[in-house]
């Protein structure tokens, strides 16, 4: 033998047969959850198979505030900025979260935009054939209308853009620890100077 190896000692008198886990399963599985997936898809026709509509919104905490993604419903401010009443909105397959606040302008305005086309993309059909209500679609688009498979109108993240610029003799003299000590000193100092100032001004008007 080879190497400063472990000596093999091998331990056949457990039932090991007990202790394995198979998968055998696992393709009739896959079939099932395939079946599944096409009766739900005609169960709930004409809606898309995805879903209600989800909002964009920023993932919590420190670690991930910086990513997208997609949130439980949208927000009562929201839907009112779009012209989509609260009641109606779960009606024509937009999630509604009524507990979501908006903290920023641009949120709000993604999200606006968001519901503003998934309204003019809307295909409404009437809930009895042949009786149309306020709100329905014309019945030259319910003729042509299909029902969306798969994710639609997804969050597409956006990819920071990069500028290449030419490295100056400016920018190669630059100390940066120097500046950030200064900085810092003058932060640590201002509220000394500011009463010196104080202090300045007032001998002047004696």
Known sequence: MKHNNVIPNGHFKKHWQNYVRTWFNQPA????????RQKKAVKIF???????????????????????????GFSLEELKAAGIPKK???????????????????????????????????VVFPRRTRKFKAGDSAPEELATATQVQGPYMPIEVEKPSV????????MKSFNAYAKLRVERMNARHVGVRMKKAAEAEKEEKK
């Open 163 to 170: 500028d290449i610029i030419k490295v100056t003799d400016e």
């Open 29 to 36: 599985r896959k079939t099932r959850r395939r079946v599944a």
């Open 88 to 122: 109606l909105a779960p009606t024509i397959g937009i999630s509604v979260d009524h507990r979501r606040r908006n903290r920023s302008l641009e949120g709000l305005q993604t999200n606006v935009q968001r519901l503003k086309t998934y309204k003019a993309k809307l």
């Open 46 to 72: 004409p809606r898309p198979t995805a879903g209600p509509l989800r909002p964009v919104v920023h993932g919590q905490t420190l670690k991930y505030n910086m990513k997208v993604r997609a949130g439980r």
